[in-house]
């Protein structure tokens, strides 16, 4: 039972980080077309600057957060301006060759910058202690951020789906020329998205920061994202918290049950098995171009 | 939606089709033709076509003949491109279709065009960084026989046949008027040009059967001229059956054997062209349901149809 | 039938480039410095994943970001095949064989996915055969953290002596690569591809057997890859399974792209500038900046420069450095036609 409830509770954690960075890869989705194969590289960003800091001077943990993810927003306005906006008329892979582009600089600055550490980020104020639950043990700090990434995850989709902000974003991603004719100025929408994209994978990496170490590893949570998004469908918002929370619960069953040595292979399977049987996901609308 | 225009045009008295040397480069292109007109070419029973909720065509019957031109009109959305995608099967369609005896509705769509079914596209999807001529190849592929193998191990062989195929393709960019193009980069050829191109793509592998969506719309003057004696040169060496879609109505009448009327998704009439496009029913169902102008209606002509099918002339250019 | 002739594609410029590398390859392994032989040997290599990279991304228009997996395929299979007593080159066959299979299964999705969810697939993929190689390393014979070791080619001819036999070597299987890449990538399956390529829905209308081509594109651009890294199991002589990242997958499609896709010579130039950036670049730093602070700091400044390369060639010249050459020429063309027209007007 209690193997259940640290699968359950351990695997929510995770949950919660993918819910954030499959948010953050639906929104730039939904904005350019593309797949953010940089979004890894968008949460070490941040959780490398915390870290560092944290080593380093010490001091009021908010500087480093803050400046962390200025910079990580900044970045992927950037990007979006000078970069994506030029691949419109291209191939259609090219947009993601360029995100690729962006992973190497990314990774090359951040071995000059930082080297090879081994970072923990350790956030004052919160809970310590541990918290028994049906006979399992679990960590305190580590509930509260469960429930802190889970409930701004849920926040941004309710405001994006409820807020005149949120749908005026909504609506410039599923059809920018009615958008934009409805008095929605587009260009707006497409950075404010990135910047909050690249924000919100921020936010992921430097919560995973404080129960995982910040190093280069941590790139490979985004791309377990990606099976989150096709369960949840690869537009939907909703759909990209849900696909979160269920892929990183899964993951977490599978950790305690089979191993940590099948947790590729086995999130990666499920990624091709809904990826043939049932592309759209859970909710999801847009069709795949099919042959 | 009107485009009339008054404008006479000069029949091409005296002229015919080819002359005899483009005939036999013609022979050499169009070498596989059906020997027996027994069975008919193309014939299409009971189509119907759903997208979700939506029943773009339904019940639609259609007969082409070895040597017809048949031209598919209507106005928009009335299924009409939807008609030939469902031949070529690139959608999917219940129903029957039988091409020289054969019923092909239930195959892959590369063997209905290794059957012998060319096509070609509203906007010709070539391709822009290869010559005019190249293009032309990239429909030889099932006449080319050589396989990667030849390709790797084997040069001589390839160069044979893709001589061979070059002079096919040469011939139809003769035959369609481009032949001094064939070395320019596709992408900077006009539209019209490269509607020819694709149509002659659609040749070059010897179809029996052509299926050409709109070749006439995006056309110059000029163009649509050659484009209608390219049609009927084909009709008239009694090459291949055609079957299009246009909207351009002097070009249907002057060209086309048949006319089929769609609306919504049904044939709402068919016949000879006369027949169709002079029918107070036809009028009625298209010409009186699309324009509110009643006047430009009333204006429309009510004098006999051209008597002489091979000419064109006449009669003011109608478009939907 | 002399018009036809005039007007098919001219000469292609691979014979420049496999001229080119011939000179490259008798001038180093006259100079006889195992370090530059050694990178001469990495580059030729990389030509060989470059080449297949750019027939399935370039040519055919399937993207794939998976390929370092079978690289992994390749070296694997080389490993076991020596293993099981399988003498030299056929090793190199097991292993091609092996990486087409393993790239047509890979490959299945692509008969319905496309664009991006084709990459997803690939990347999906890539972590299934990393799977299966960590589990093949840690259970098989002779395995271990450290991965597999096996016989360096050419060791008995010394440390130099061997990289010189491996710069013929490598540069003859290259020189018959490049021209045979060059034949598929033309004619008629050249044709079929980049219909595919640019307008898949058309392509079934000329008679161009879709399916097939696409799995042909993912066999033979995987065999190639495998080959290769069986090759470069030879010539490390350990093969382990940390060596296969997306990092180095990434680095390839890299080649392709600042090479210019869908051209054999680009991807010849891609690969060898990409895999010398480590080298060239503290080089370049220490000429122009001063020492580096440490090592390691080369290859993250190489990582650097062929990432910004990739942005800036996607955002202004996205036929790479291809493009670049063949606008420069044009440019010269055009230039000196109008100086021979303004030189006549004047006489």
């Given at each position: 039972m209690d193997r259940l409830v640290v699968s359950l509770f351990g695997g929510g954690n995770l949950g919660g980080t993918y819910a954030l960075v499959a948010l953050g890869i639906v929104l730039a989705f939904r904005a350019t077309g593309t797949f953010n194969f940089a979004h890894g590289q968008f949460m070490l960003l941040p959780a490398f600057v915390v870290g560092a800091w944290q080593a380093g001077s010490g001091g009021p943990l908010w500087i480093p957060v803050v400046e962390g993810l200025i910079m990580v927003s900044a970045l992927g306005v950037v990007f979006y301006l000078l970069v994506l906006q030029r691949t419109v008329g291209l191939l259609h892979f090219m947009g993601v060759i360029a995100t690729f582009g962006l992973a190497a600089v990314l990774d090359g600055a951040f071995l000059i910058q930082y080297g090879s550490p081994q970072y923990s980020i350790d956030v004052p104020g919160l809970p310590k202690?541990?918290?028994?639950?049906?006979?399992?043990?679990?960590?305190a700090q580590e509930l509260t951020l469960t429930a802190f990434t889970l409930v701004l995850a849920g926040l941004v989709a309710g405001a994006l789906r409820f807020t005149p902000v949120g749908i005026k974003i909504r609506a410039a991603g599923q059809d920018a020329i009615l958008a934009s004719q409805g008095g929605i100025n587009v260009r707006l929408v497409y950075v404010g998205s990135w910047a909050l994209a690249a924000a919100l994978a921020g936010v992921a990496g430097i919560v995973y920061g404080t129960s995982n170490l910040v190093n280069h590893s941590m790139v490979d949570v985004a791309l377990a994202a990606f099976p989150a998004i096709l369960i949840g469908g690869l537009d939907s918002i909703e759909g990209a918290v849900v696909g979160g929370l269920l892929v990183g619960i899964a993951q977490g069953f599978i950790a305690t049950y089979l191993g940590p040595q099948y947790l590729d292979v086995l999130t990666y399977g499920l990624l091709l098995v809904v990826m043939l049987v049932f592309p759209q996901g859970i909710l999801g609308t847009r069709t795949v171009t099919r042959v | 939606m009107a485009v009339v225009a008054l404008r006479r045009e000069e029949p091409d008295r005296g002229k015919s089709a080819v002359d005899a040397s483009m005939a036999s480069r013609l022979d050499e292109v169009f070498d596989n033709p059906l020997r027996t007109t027994d069975v008919e070419l193309l014939t299409i029973r009971d189509l119907t076509v759903r997208f979700g909720g939506l029943t773009a065509l339904s019940a639609v019957n259609i007969d082409v003949g070895h040597h017809d031109l048949v031209s598919i009109i209507g106005p928009n959305g009335a299924g009409k491109t939807t008609t030939l995608n469902a031949i070529c099967q690139l959608i999917k369609c219940t129903g029957e279709i039988h091409f020289a005896g054969r019923r092909i509705d239930r195959l892959a769509a590369w063997r209905i065009a290794a059957a012998g079914i060319g096509r070609s596209f509203q906007d010709p999807p070539l391709i822009d960084h290869y010559t005019v001529l190249e293009n032309v190849l990239c429909g030889a592929h099932q006449r080319l026989r050589y396989g990667m193998l030849h390709q790797v191990f084997w040069p001589p062989r390839v160069r044979r046949f893709e001589a061979r195929m070059a002079r096919r393709a040469m011939t139809l960019l003769?035959?369609?008027?481009?032949?001094?193009?064939?070395?320019?980069?596709?992408?900077?050829?006009?539209?019209?040009?490269?509607?020819?191109?694709?149509?002659?793509?659609?040749?070059?592998?010897?179809?029996?059967?052509?299926?050409?969506?709109?070749?006439?719309?995006?056309?110059d003057e000029a163009e649509r001229h050659s484009l209608r004696a390219i049609l009927l040169a084909l009709r008239q060496e009694k090459r291949v059956g055609i079957l299009t879609v246009d909207h351009h109505m002097d070009l249907v009448r002057s060209t086309a054997t048949h006319v089929v009327a769609l609306q919504a998704g049904e044939v709402l009439m068919a016949g000879s062209p006369a027949e169709v496009l002079d029918s107070a029913r036809f009028r009625v169902a298209i010409v009186g349901g699309s324009r509110a102008d009643e006047k430009l209606a009333a204006e429309l002509p009510n004098e006999p149809p051209p008597s002489d099918n091979d000419t064109g002339d006449g009669g003011r250019e109608e478009e939907l | 039938m002399s018009r036809a002739r005039l007007l098919v594609r001219r000469v292609p410029s691979v014979t420049w480039g496999i001229a080119l590398l011939a000179v490259m390859t008798a001038y180093y392994v006259a100079e006889a410095s195992s370090f530059h032989l050694f990178v001469l040997n990495t580059c030729l290599l990389a030509v060989i994943g470059a080449v297949a990279l750019n027939l399935l991304m370039g040519t055919a228009g399937l993207v794939s970001i998976g390929n370092s997996a079978f690289m992994a395929v390749g070296a694997f299979t080389a490993v076991w095949a020596i293993k099981s007593g399988l003498p030299f080159p056929l090793d190199l066959v097991a292993a091609a064989l092996t990486a087409a299979v393993a790239g047509v299964i890979i490959g299945l999705p692509a008969l319905r996915l496309r664009g991006l969810h084709l990459a997803l697939a690939t990347l999906a993929g890539f972590f299934i055969v990393i799977y299966f190689a960590t589990l093949y390393q840690s259970k098989g014979k002779g395995g271990g953290s450290g991965g597999f070791y096996i016989p360096v080619l050419y060791q008995q001819q010394g440390f130099i002596g061997g990289q010189q036999y491996w710069a013929w070597t490598l540069l003859v299987m290259v020189s018959l690569l490049l021209i045979g890449a060059t034949q598929l990538a033309g004619r008629r399956s050249g044709r079929a591809w980049r219909m595919i390529r640019d307008h898949e829905i058309v392509a079934h209308t000329l008679a161009i057997p879709v399916t097939r081509y696409k799995m042909l594109a993912f066999a033979i651009s995987s065999a190639l890859i495998g080959f290769q890294g069986a090759l470069a199991a030879h010539l490390s002589g350990s093969v382990g399974v940390d060596s296969f990242t997306l990092g180095l997958a990434i680095a390839y499609i890299a080649m392709v792209l600042i090479g210019g896709l869908d051209s054999v010579l680009g991807a010849v130039i891609g690969a060898f500038l990409v895999t010398a950036l480590p080298t060239l670049v503290p080089i370049f730093i220490t000429a122009v900046v001063g020492q580096l602070k440490t090592a390691s700091q080369g290859p993250a400044f190489a990582e650097i420069i062929y990432g910004l390369l990739v942005i800036v060639f996607i955002t202004s010249s996205p036929q790479g450095i291809v493009g670049l050459l063949r606008n420069l020429r044009h440019g010269a063309t055009a230039w000196a036609s109008r100086r021979g027209r303004s030189q006549a007007e004047a006489a």
């Open positions: 202690g541990v918290v028994t639950l049906l006979g399992a043990h679990l960590s | 003769d035959f369609v008027g481009l032949a001094d193009q064939a070395g320019k980069d596709a992408g900077s050829l006009s539209f019209g040009a490269r509607k020819l191109v694709d149509i002659a793509r659609a040749m070059v592998s010897g179809p029996r059967l052509l299926l050409l969506d709109e070749p006439s719309s995006g056309l | -």
